[in-house]
């Protein structure tokens, strides 16, 4: 009986390191697919799309001439 009690003590370690290692494992390859991932980084500062969220130069101006314009 004492064979049985101290034999599956192995199997209770082989379970937390093969968790570990299918943990590491998992984060390898998440870090393969997001290279350079940041979550406090605000999501438009590292965007690839091809559509441009900032205004121009003279498209500011006007925005701040018209706000001008309606606050007189």
Do not use: C, H, T
């Amino acid at each position: 009986m004492d064979e049985r009690k101290s034999g599956s003590g192995w199997k209770f370690f082989a379970l937390i390191f093969g968790a570990l290692l299918a943990g590491l494992v998992g984060f390898y390859i998440y870090k393969q697919q997001n290279p350079e991932y940041d979550p406090w980084e605000e999501p438009w500062e590292n965007s690839s799309s091809p559509v441009e969220l900032d205004l121009d130069d003279e498209e500011e101006n006007e925005a701040a001439e018209e706000i001008q314009e309606k606050a007189e």
